[in-house]
């Protein structure tokens, strides 16, 4: 089982749309959990960190569930500049705990 | 501007000459990280360093060397660059002394090696 996976997409949303995704990971000692963003050929950037009692950001909203092993990125109203790929990011506990692990991104591109 | 800076930003080379591509952050972190990116396989990573002195392999560490002498640098060094080199290459720094784990990411250097 792969240690973070994510639907690739692409998924195609109107603009004003809200569209969620999920991400699933295997190691169940994860400490830490966060969304990236990543535009086309340009570095990922970190979006927001997930927190267990979920958290919003604006028209960001990300949530953990642990007992399941997801997180899931909710994004409300979708403007044409949301277009870009969405990097689910989790670390280990302990020591390592600065090694992120990336899953391979969902694709989101907002249309007018 | 706190940044990592990444030379050179692209790269055409052949098979076998040894080439390094520098990193560089102002922001006095402690952690540095060099990964790979390419389609399908998504975000890999090659080496980090937890500071001076401490550098540790990450999960594709085969074909590359990185030190760091410096708090600031974390050269990637490929002594003799082969076609699966060929890659997006990102350098990325983080404070251990911030409970945010945030990673701040280079610009990329894409690298073709033919």
């Known amino acids: 089982r792969k240690e973070v996976e994510q639907d690739p997409g692409p998924f195609n949303v109107p603009e004003g749309a809200t569209v969620a995704f999920n991400c699933t990971y295997s190691?169940?000692?994860?400490?830490?959990f966060f969304w990236y963003r990543q535009d086309c050929r340009k570095e990922p950037k970190l979006l927001m960190s997930v927190y267990s009692s979920g958290n919003e950001d604006g028209r960001f909203t990300a949530q953990l569930n642990r007992a399941s092993q997801y997180i899931s990125l909710l994004i409300r109203d979708s403007k044409l500049s949301d277009s870009a790929t969405y990097l689910c990011v989790v670390t280990p506990s302990g020591a390592g705990s600065y090694q992120l692990t990336f899953g391979k991104g969902t694709k989101l591109s907002v249309i007018p | 501007e706190a940044q990592v800076t990444q030379n050179p930003r692209y790269l055409i080379t052949v098979t076998g000459k040894k080439l390094t591509v520098t990193c560089s952050q102002n922001?006095?972190?402690?952690?540095m990280s060099w990964y790979r990116q390419d389609p399908g396989l998504g975000l890999r990573q090659i080496y980090y360093s937890m500071n001076v002195e401490v550098t540790d392999k990450g999960d594709v560490p085969e074909g590359y060397k990185v030190s760091r002498k410096e708090k600031r640098n974390f050269p990637l060094i490929l002594e003799s660059p082969s076609p699966n080199q060929t890659s997006l290459y990102f350098c990325?720094?983080?404070?251990?002394?911030?409970?945010?784990?945030?990673?701040?990411f280079g610009p990329g250097t894409r690298l073709t090696v033919t």
């Open positions: 990325a720094s983080s404070s251990t002394l911030r409970l945010s784990y945030e990673q701040y």
């Open positions: 922001m006095n972190h402690e952690y």
């Open positions: 190691n169940s000692a994860s400490q830490s």
